[in-house]
């Protein structure tokens, strides 16, 4: 998606098989990036 991004393009999954939108694709980043960041803090907290 970057690449598009940085191309001034959009991406689009279906064109490459997927079936997630492009929103859902970037929930699931943005929810994975929470999720790792909380565990680094509670790894941090508990140290």
């Known amino acids: 998606m970057k690449m598009y991004e940085s191309k001034g393009e959009t991406y689009r999954p279906s064109d490459d098989g ?7 694709i970037s929930l699931g980043i943005l929810t994975r990036n929470r999720e790792r960041l909380a565990q680094k803090a509670w790894k941090t907290a508990a140290a």
């Open 18 to 24: 997927f079936v997630f939108s492009q929103t859902q």
